[in-house]
């Protein structure tokens, strides 16, 4: 059974840094490309990040670029998102996503990790 | 990086058909047959419901269907439950190999 499991997430002051990590099983993450995906308190669902199985493609959302860094390790099954200078805006439930076999929609969700920033 | 457009709502009585619309641009929904959508009850992690604009996973029912014409992509519903009441999103492939997302569409069973 495919299972994705967010960690990392709690309270963290604005300019201040977090790490999320997503623990995959179930599957090899390295055969695929994955996401993070985040959606504030009663707002819809905003991509933020993804990462091509080989690391050889990330993109960015503009609204994160140059702030969050998204990165992988196939050996230990996990996706990370480091997240840098935080702000309020960034507040949010994150998602990790795995994307379909080769394809583009995200067939598997974790259950999500909170971030609030907050001072 | 604009969000696709939705409606905020739409909503039908059991047993009929909604359909619900994903307008975007060239540079996304309508340059890429990689548009899909996602249903998310209260609570939940989001479901894919429809991919690659038309394409059903697995374990998904068949009232569910999808479709695009122009920059313009749309989810239908056929004999509307009362279980299919939730947050619909659709999403896009773009030309930048970025993602993008609709604002939502918040679905009423009558």
């Known amino acids: 059974e495919v299972q994705l499991v967010e960690s990392g997430g709690g309270l963290v002051q604005p300019g201040r840094s977090l790490r999320l990590s997503c623990a995959a099983s179930?599957?090899?993450?390295?055969?695929?490309?994955m996401h993070w995906v985040r959606q504030a308190p009663g707002k819809g669902l905003e991509w933020v990040s993804g990462i091509s199985w080989n690391s050889g493609v990330i993109v960015y959302a503009d609204s994160v670029k140059g702030r969050f860094t998204i990165s992988r390790d196939n050996a230990k099954n996990s996706l990370y998102l480091q997240m840098n200078s935080l702000r309020a805006e960034d507040t949010a439930l994150y998602y990790c996503a795995k994307v379909v076999r080769g394809g583009y929609a995200f067939d598997y969700w974790g259950q999500g990790t909170l971030v609030t920033v907050s001072s | 990086q604009s969000a696709l457009t939705q409606p905020a709502s739409v909503s039908g009585s059991p047993g009929q058909s909604i359909t619900i619309s994903c307008t975007g641009t060239s540079s996304d929904v309508g340059g890429y047959n990689y548009v899909s959508w996602y249903q998310q009850h209260p609570g939940e992690a989001p479901k894919l419901m429809i991919h690659?604009?038309?394409s059903r996973p697995s374990g998904v029912s068949n009232r569910f269907s999808g479709s695009k014409s122009g920059n313009t992509a749309s989810l239908t519903i056929s004999g509307l439950q009362a279980e299919d009441e939730a947050d619909y999103y659709c999403s896009s492939y773009t030309s930048s190999s970025t993602r993008l997302f609709g604002g939502g569409t918040k679905l009423t069973v009558l």
């Open positions: 690659d604009v038309s």
């Open positions: 179930g599957f090899t993450i390295g055969d695929y490309a």
